[in-house]
Protein backbone atom coordinates (compact mmCIF):
# COMPACT_ATOMS: atom_id res chain seq x y z
CA UNK A 1 0.00 0.00 0.00
CA UNK A 2 1.53 3.30 -1.07
CA UNK A 3 1.17 6.01 1.32
CA UNK A 4 -0.13 9.28 0.58
CA UNK A 5 2.24 11.81 -0.15
CA UNK A 6 2.51 14.74 2.41
CA UNK A 7 0.90 18.12 1.30
CA UNK A 8 2.83 21.40 0.29
CA UNK A 9 2.05 23.22 3.60
CA UNK A 10 2.36 20.61 6.20
CA UNK A 11 5.89 20.09 5.52
CA UNK A 12 6.28 23.76 5.68
CA UNK A 13 4.43 23.66 9.10
CA UNK A 14 6.61 20.13 10.01
CA UNK A 15 9.48 22.30 8.92
CA UNK A 16 9.06 25.24 11.01
CA UNK A 17 8.26 23.10 13.65
CA UNK A 18 11.09 21.21 13.53
CA UNK A 19 13.85 24.06 13.15
CA UNK A 20 12.12 25.46 16.58
CA UNK A 21 12.62 22.70 18.34
CA UNK A 22 16.37 22.06 17.39
CA UNK A 23 17.18 25.60 18.32
CA UNK A 24 15.44 25.44 21.58
CA UNK A 25 17.26 21.75 22.38
CA UNK A 26 20.82 23.00 20.76
CA UNK A 27 20.04 25.95 23.61
CA UNK A 28 19.23 23.23 26.59
CA UNK A 29 15.81 25.16 26.80
CA UNK A 30 13.60 22.24 28.12
CA UNK A 31 10.26 22.55 29.95
CA UNK A 32 11.36 21.07 33.37
CA UNK A 33 14.46 19.73 35.31
CA UNK A 34 12.90 16.60 36.66
CA UNK A 35 12.43 13.77 34.65
CA UNK A 36 11.78 10.21 34.77
CA UNK A 37 13.74 9.63 32.15
CA UNK A 38 17.24 11.65 31.84
CA UNK A 39 19.55 13.13 28.79
CA UNK A 40 18.63 15.07 25.81
CA UNK A 41 19.03 12.54 23.51
CA UNK A 42 15.14 11.45 24.24
CA UNK A 43 14.07 15.17 23.30
CA UNK A 44 15.17 14.91 20.20
CA UNK A 45 13.85 11.20 19.76
CA UNK A 46 9.90 12.64 20.59
CA UNK A 47 10.53 16.12 18.52
CA UNK A 48 11.42 13.82 15.50
CA UNK A 49 8.72 11.46 15.84
CA UNK A 50 5.82 14.36 16.26
CA UNK A 51 7.23 15.96 13.52
CA UNK A 52 6.76 13.26 11.36
CA UNK A 53 3.27 13.16 12.39
CA UNK A 54 2.72 16.62 11.60
CA UNK A 55 3.39 15.90 8.16
CA UNK A 56 0.52 13.90 7.83
CA UNK A 57 -1.43 16.04 9.66
CA UNK A 58 -3.70 16.56 6.78
CA UNK A 59 -2.94 13.32 4.64
CA UNK A 60 -3.78 10.66 7.64
CA UNK A 61 -5.24 12.94 10.10
CA UNK A 62 -6.52 9.80 12.72
CA UNK A 63 -2.72 7.78 12.33
CA UNK A 64 -0.73 11.62 12.88
CA UNK A 65 -3.06 12.29 16.26
CA UNK A 66 -2.91 8.44 17.98
CA UNK A 67 1.08 9.03 16.82
CA UNK A 68 1.01 12.63 17.88
CA UNK A 69 -0.95 11.77 21.46
CA UNK A 70 1.82 8.58 22.41
CA UNK A 71 4.72 10.69 21.69
CA UNK A 72 3.12 13.66 23.94
CA UNK A 73 2.45 11.21 26.54
CA UNK A 74 5.94 10.28 26.19
CA UNK A 75 7.20 13.59 26.52
CA UNK A 76 5.93 14.51 29.71
CA UNK A 77 8.40 11.74 30.98
CA UNK A 78 11.23 13.90 29.91
CA UNK A 79 12.77 17.14 30.46
CA UNK A 80 10.32 17.53 27.31
CA UNK A 81 9.83 20.57 24.59
CA UNK A 82 7.50 23.31 24.15
CA UNK A 83 8.16 22.53 20.30
CA UNK A 84 6.26 18.76 20.50
CA UNK A 85 3.86 20.43 22.68
CA UNK A 86 3.19 23.04 20.36
CA UNK A 87 3.04 20.91 17.27
CA UNK A 88 0.99 18.27 18.88
CA UNK A 89 -1.82 20.95 19.74
CA UNK A 90 -1.90 21.47 15.68
CA UNK A 91 -2.41 17.93 14.93
CA UNK A 92 -5.75 17.92 16.76
CA UNK A 93 -6.64 20.70 15.41
CA UNK A 94 -5.78 19.01 12.29
CA UNK A 95 -7.70 15.92 13.55
CA UNK A 96 -10.71 17.78 13.48
CA UNK A 97 -10.49 19.48 10.52
CA UNK A 98 -9.64 17.03 7.91
CA UNK A 99 -10.45 13.87 9.71
CA UNK A 100 -14.10 12.19 8.84
CA UNK A 101 -17.05 13.52 10.15
CA UNK A 102 -17.52 10.57 12.88
CA UNK A 103 -13.72 11.52 14.28
CA UNK A 104 -14.55 15.49 13.86
CA UNK A 105 -17.32 15.20 16.07
CA UNK A 106 -16.00 12.96 18.83
CA UNK A 107 -12.92 14.52 19.52
CA UNK A 108 -13.91 17.79 20.71
CA UNK A 109 -15.87 15.48 23.21
CA UNK A 110 -12.81 13.45 23.87
CA UNK A 111 -10.69 15.99 24.74
CA UNK A 112 -13.23 17.65 26.84
CA UNK A 113 -13.47 14.62 29.11
CA UNK A 114 -9.82 14.14 28.84
CA UNK A 115 -9.18 17.83 30.15
CA UNK A 116 -11.75 17.44 33.25
CA UNK A 117 -10.46 13.94 34.19
CA UNK A 118 -6.76 15.27 34.26
CA UNK A 119 -8.33 18.46 36.33
CA UNK A 120 -10.52 16.10 38.78
CA UNK A 121 -7.68 13.81 39.19
CA UNK A 122 -4.51 16.08 40.33
CA UNK A 123 -7.05 17.72 42.49
CA UNK A 124 -8.73 14.98 44.19
CA UNK A 125 -4.33 13.95 44.50
CA UNK A 126 -2.59 17.06 45.51
CA UNK A 127 -5.86 18.91 47.11
CA UNK A 128 -5.02 22.62 45.88
CA UNK A 129 -4.80 24.88 43.53
CA UNK A 130 -1.83 23.72 41.09
CA UNK A 131 -4.12 21.00 40.00
CA UNK A 132 -6.56 23.73 38.19
CA UNK A 133 -3.51 25.18 36.54
CA UNK A 134 -2.07 21.83 35.12
CA UNK A 135 -6.14 21.22 33.97
CA UNK A 136 -6.34 24.74 32.04
CA UNK A 137 -2.78 24.02 30.39
CA UNK A 138 -4.49 20.30 29.20
CA UNK A 139 -7.29 22.36 28.15
CA UNK A 140 -4.93 24.71 26.11
CA UNK A 141 -3.06 21.85 25.14
CA UNK A 142 -5.82 19.40 23.75
CA UNK A 143 -9.24 20.62 24.14
CA UNK A 144 -8.73 24.32 23.26
CA UNK A 145 -7.54 23.00 19.40
CA UNK A 146 -9.82 20.96 19.15
CA UNK A 147 -12.60 23.22 19.87
CA UNK A 148 -11.32 25.68 17.15
CA UNK A 149 -10.68 23.10 14.27
CA UNK A 150 -14.70 22.06 15.30
CA UNK A 151 -15.67 25.87 14.51
CA UNK A 152 -13.43 25.86 11.48
CA UNK A 153 -14.80 22.58 10.24
CA UNK A 154 -18.10 24.26 10.41
CA UNK A 155 -17.74 27.44 8.66
CA UNK A 156 -15.95 25.81 5.98
CA UNK A 157 -19.04 23.37 5.66
CA UNK A 158 -21.83 26.30 5.92
CA UNK A 159 -19.81 27.83 3.17
CA UNK A 160 -19.89 24.94 1.37
CA UNK A 161 -23.27 24.18 1.47
CA UNK A 162 -23.79 27.82 0.42
CA UNK A 163 -21.44 27.70 -2.79
CA UNK A 164 -23.29 24.81 -3.38
CA UNK A 165 -27.10 26.42 -2.75
CA UNK A 166 -25.40 29.63 -5.10
CA UNK A 167 -24.73 27.12 -7.67
CA UNK A 168 -27.78 25.16 -7.93
CA UNK A 169 -30.00 28.72 -7.24
CA UNK A 170 -28.11 29.94 -10.76
CA UNK A 171 -28.58 26.59 -12.36
CA UNK A 172 -32.55 26.52 -11.36
CA UNK A 173 -32.45 30.41 -12.86
CA UNK A 174 -30.80 28.99 -16.00
CA UNK A 175 -33.17 26.31 -16.65
CA UNK A 176 -36.37 29.02 -16.13
CA UNK A 177 -34.72 31.43 -18.12
CA UNK A 178 -34.17 28.15 -20.67
CA UNK A 179 -37.76 27.50 -20.91
CA UNK A 180 -38.89 30.95 -20.94
CA UNK A 181 -36.84 31.46 -23.87
CA UNK A 182 -38.37 28.19 -25.75
CA UNK A 183 -42.01 29.44 -24.14
CA UNK A 184 -41.71 32.84 -25.87
CA UNK A 185 -40.55 31.01 -29.41
CA UNK A 186 -43.34 28.61 -29.36
CA UNK A 187 -45.85 31.34 -28.34
CA UNK A 188 -44.21 33.48 -30.99
CA UNK A 189 -44.25 30.59 -33.64
CA UNK A 190 -48.12 30.34 -32.85
CA UNK A 191 -48.92 33.99 -33.39
CA UNK A 192 -46.84 33.91 -36.47
CA UNK A 193 -48.45 31.01 -38.20
CA UNK A 194 -51.73 32.03 -37.22
CA UNK A 195 -51.32 35.74 -37.99
CA UNK A 196 -50.09 35.23 -41.59
CA UNK A 197 -50.78 31.23 -42.64
CA UNK A 198 -54.32 32.35 -43.44
CA UNK A 199 -53.49 35.38 -45.65
CA UNK A 200 -50.63 33.31 -47.40
CA UNK A 201 -52.67 30.52 -47.95
CA UNK A 202 -55.12 32.40 -49.70
CA UNK A 203 -52.57 33.89 -52.39
CA UNK A 204 -50.81 30.37 -52.66
CA UNK A 205 -54.45 29.24 -53.89
CA UNK A 206 -55.42 31.85 -55.86
CA UNK A 207 -52.28 32.49 -57.78
CA UNK A 208 -52.27 28.98 -58.53
CA UNK A 209 -55.83 29.36 -60.03
CA UNK A 210 -54.67 32.40 -61.88
CA UNK A 211 -51.94 30.79 -63.56
CA UNK A 212 -53.69 28.03 -64.31
CA UNK A 213 -56.86 29.13 -65.81
CA UNK A 214 -57.03 31.55 -68.83
CA UNK A 215 -59.62 33.26 -67.87
CA UNK A 216 -59.74 37.07 -67.62
CA UNK A 217 -62.69 37.23 -65.04
CA UNK A 218 -61.24 34.69 -62.85
CA UNK A 219 -57.62 36.16 -63.12
CA UNK A 220 -58.20 39.43 -62.20
CA UNK A 221 -60.54 37.95 -59.54
CA UNK A 222 -57.68 36.10 -58.40
CA UNK A 223 -55.50 38.50 -58.02
CA UNK A 224 -58.12 40.91 -56.22
CA UNK A 225 -58.20 38.69 -53.71
CA UNK A 226 -54.48 38.38 -53.39
CA UNK A 227 -54.07 41.92 -52.96
CA UNK A 228 -56.75 41.74 -50.51
CA UNK A 229 -54.67 39.50 -48.32
CA UNK A 230 -51.52 40.53 -49.20
CA UNK A 231 -52.10 44.11 -47.37
CA UNK A 232 -53.99 42.37 -44.26
CA UNK A 233 -51.17 39.96 -44.46
CA UNK A 234 -48.29 42.93 -44.45
CA UNK A 235 -50.50 44.34 -41.66
CA UNK A 236 -50.52 41.37 -39.54
CA UNK A 237 -46.83 41.38 -40.06
CA UNK A 238 -45.96 44.99 -39.13
CA UNK A 239 -48.09 44.18 -35.95
CA UNK A 240 -46.44 41.52 -34.99
CA UNK A 241 -42.93 43.24 -35.21
CA UNK A 242 -44.32 45.96 -33.30
CA UNK A 243 -44.81 43.53 -30.45
CA UNK A 244 -41.36 42.03 -30.77
CA UNK A 245 -39.46 45.44 -30.68
CA UNK A 246 -38.70 46.98 -27.67
CA UNK A 247 -40.45 50.78 -27.71
CA UNK A 248 -39.41 51.38 -24.27
CA UNK A 249 -43.03 51.41 -23.84
CA UNK A 250 -44.48 54.66 -25.57
CA UNK A 251 -46.20 52.73 -27.56
CA UNK A 252 -49.72 51.17 -27.50
CA UNK A 253 -50.18 47.40 -27.24
CA UNK A 254 -51.67 45.80 -30.02
CA UNK A 255 -55.54 44.61 -29.11
CA UNK A 256 -55.37 40.85 -28.57
CA UNK A 257 -58.32 39.40 -31.17
CA UNK A 258 -61.10 38.00 -29.70
CA UNK A 259 -64.56 35.95 -30.46
CA UNK A 260 -66.57 39.39 -31.77
CA UNK A 261 -64.10 39.39 -34.45
CA UNK A 262 -65.21 36.12 -35.84
CA UNK A 263 -68.11 37.51 -38.29
CA UNK A 264 -65.12 39.09 -40.15
CA UNK A 265 -63.08 36.46 -40.48
CA UNK A 266 -65.53 34.07 -41.32
CA UNK A 267 -66.27 36.53 -43.88
CA UNK A 268 -63.00 36.60 -45.06
CA UNK A 269 -62.75 33.18 -45.13
CA UNK A 270 -66.31 33.22 -47.44
CA UNK A 271 -64.44 35.60 -50.04
CA UNK A 272 -61.02 33.28 -50.40
CA UNK A 273 -62.92 30.46 -50.79
CA UNK A 274 -65.89 31.00 -53.03
CA UNK A 275 -62.89 30.22 -56.38
CA UNK A 276 -63.16 26.22 -54.61
CA UNK A 277 -66.24 25.92 -53.96
CA UNK A 278 -66.78 25.97 -50.29
CA UNK A 279 -69.48 27.82 -47.99
CA UNK A 280 -68.41 29.26 -44.88
CA UNK A 281 -71.16 29.29 -41.93
CA UNK A 282 -70.85 30.43 -38.64
CA UNK A 283 -73.16 29.08 -35.54
CA UNK A 284 -72.56 31.65 -32.09
CA UNK A 285 -74.75 29.79 -29.28
CA UNK A 286 -73.97 31.32 -26.68
CA UNK A 287 -76.10 33.02 -24.43
CA UNK A 288 -75.46 36.88 -24.60
CA UNK A 289 -76.04 37.11 -20.94
CA UNK A 290 -73.45 35.08 -19.68
CA UNK A 291 -70.19 36.77 -17.74
CA UNK A 292 -67.40 37.18 -20.20
CA UNK A 293 -65.21 35.03 -21.00
CA UNK A 294 -61.22 35.20 -19.83
CA UNK A 295 -59.12 37.17 -22.33
CA UNK A 296 -56.57 34.11 -23.13
CA UNK A 297 -59.75 32.00 -23.73
CA UNK A 298 -60.97 34.87 -25.90
CA UNK A 299 -57.98 34.71 -27.80
CA UNK A 300 -57.59 31.07 -28.05
CA UNK A 301 -60.48 30.18 -29.51
CA UNK A 302 -59.98 33.30 -32.19
CA UNK A 303 -56.87 31.49 -33.04
CA UNK A 304 -58.40 27.88 -33.45
CA UNK A 305 -61.13 28.99 -35.29
CA UNK A 306 -58.80 30.74 -37.91
CA UNK A 307 -56.31 28.38 -38.26
CA UNK A 308 -59.06 25.93 -38.59
CA UNK A 309 -60.52 28.31 -41.37
CA UNK A 310 -57.35 28.15 -42.97
CA UNK A 311 -56.34 24.27 -43.18
CA UNK A 312 -60.42 24.55 -44.74
CA UNK A 313 -58.92 26.52 -47.49
CA UNK A 314 -56.01 24.82 -47.83
CA UNK A 315 -57.23 21.46 -48.47
CA UNK A 316 -60.52 20.75 -48.05
CA UNK A 317 -62.39 19.86 -51.09
CA UNK A 318 -65.39 21.95 -52.13
CA UNK A 319 -68.68 21.95 -49.66
CA UNK A 320 -69.54 23.46 -46.38
CA UNK A 321 -67.17 24.77 -43.65
CA UNK A 322 -68.98 25.32 -40.44
CA UNK A 323 -67.80 26.95 -37.64
CA UNK A 324 -69.84 26.44 -34.10
CA UNK A 325 -69.55 27.93 -30.79
CA UNK A 326 -71.33 27.18 -27.34
CA UNK A 327 -70.90 27.37 -23.39
CA UNK A 328 -71.61 24.23 -21.83
CA UNK A 329 -70.79 23.26 -18.16
CA UNK A 330 -68.19 25.79 -17.53
CA UNK A 331 -66.57 25.17 -21.14
CA UNK A 332 -66.51 27.31 -24.61
CA UNK A 333 -66.55 24.72 -26.92
CA UNK A 334 -65.20 25.26 -30.16
CA UNK A 335 -66.53 22.89 -33.30
CA UNK A 336 -65.23 23.61 -36.54
CA UNK A 337 -66.22 21.06 -39.86
CA UNK A 338 -64.95 20.70 -43.28
CA UNK A 339 -65.33 18.62 -46.13
CA UNK A 340 -62.64 15.61 -46.10
CA UNK A 341 -61.42 13.76 -49.26
CA UNK A 342 -59.30 14.69 -52.06
CA UNK A 343 -59.65 18.62 -53.94
CA UNK A 344 -59.66 18.41 -57.53
CA UNK A 345 -58.16 21.95 -57.72
CA UNK A 346 -55.44 23.99 -56.78
CA UNK A 347 -53.66 23.61 -53.13
CA UNK A 348 -51.43 25.09 -50.41
CA UNK A 349 -48.82 22.54 -48.78
CA UNK A 350 -48.76 21.95 -45.32
CA UNK A 351 -46.45 21.12 -42.61
CA UNK A 352 -48.90 20.47 -39.74
CA UNK A 353 -47.77 23.23 -37.56
CA UNK A 354 -51.18 24.42 -37.68
CA UNK A 355 -52.67 21.56 -35.29
CA UNK A 356 -49.81 21.69 -33.31
CA UNK A 357 -50.05 25.41 -32.32
CA UNK A 358 -54.14 24.60 -31.97
CA UNK A 359 -52.63 21.70 -29.16
CA UNK A 360 -50.54 23.89 -27.77
CA UNK A 361 -52.54 26.75 -26.98
CA UNK A 362 -55.39 24.18 -25.31
CA UNK A 363 -53.14 22.36 -23.18
CA UNK A 364 -51.74 25.92 -21.98
CA UNK A 365 -54.93 26.55 -20.78
CA UNK A 366 -55.78 22.86 -19.55
CA UNK A 367 -58.60 22.42 -22.46
CA UNK A 368 -59.18 19.62 -24.45
CA UNK A 369 -58.64 19.09 -28.20
CA UNK A 370 -58.88 16.70 -31.02
CA UNK A 371 -59.10 16.65 -34.65
CA UNK A 372 -59.67 14.40 -37.47
CA UNK A 373 -61.77 12.85 -39.73
CA UNK A 374 -65.22 11.39 -38.37
CA UNK A 375 -67.89 9.90 -40.55
CA UNK A 376 -71.55 12.76 -40.18
CA UNK A 377 -74.50 12.19 -39.57
CA UNK A 378 -75.25 11.59 -43.43
CA UNK A 379 -72.83 9.15 -43.82
CA UNK A 380 -70.55 11.94 -45.16
CA UNK A 381 -66.85 11.71 -44.63
CA UNK A 382 -66.00 15.72 -42.85
CA UNK A 383 -62.79 17.12 -41.08
CA UNK A 384 -63.33 18.12 -37.19
CA UNK A 385 -61.84 20.19 -35.24
CA UNK A 386 -63.14 19.80 -31.45
CA UNK A 387 -61.96 22.70 -28.74
CA UNK A 388 -62.71 22.45 -25.17
CA UNK A 389 -61.59 25.88 -23.02
CA UNK A 390 -62.70 26.23 -19.36
CA UNK A 391 -64.80 29.05 -19.60
CA UNK A 392 -63.88 31.20 -15.91
CA UNK A 393 -61.36 32.47 -14.18
CA UNK A 394 -59.16 29.55 -12.12
CA UNK A 395 -58.77 30.76 -8.75
CA UNK A 396 -55.94 29.28 -6.40
CA UNK A 397 -56.93 27.80 -3.58
CA UNK A 398 -54.89 28.64 0.13
Known amino acids: MTLPRPHRVDLLIAAAGLACGLLLWGFGIVMKNDAAVEGRWPVLVLLLVMTAAETARRTLPRTALAVGTLTVVANEFTHGSVATVLMFTDVVYAAVVYGPPASARRIPYTTGLITAGITIGFLVWWQNAIALLIGVASGIVCFLPAVTGAVVRNHRQAAEAARLRAEQTALLAEMDRTQAVVAERARMARELHDM ?203
Open 196 to 398: VANHLSAIAIHSTAALSLDDPATTRQALTVIRENSVEGLAEMRRLIGLLRDSGGDAEPAAAPTLAGLDALVAQARTNGRSSGLTFTLDDARDPADAPLPAPVEMAAYRIVQEALTNALKHAPAGPVAVRLAREDGALRVLVTSPFGDRPGPRAPGSGAGLVGMRERVALLGGEFEAGPVTAADGRKIWQVRAGLPAEERTSQG
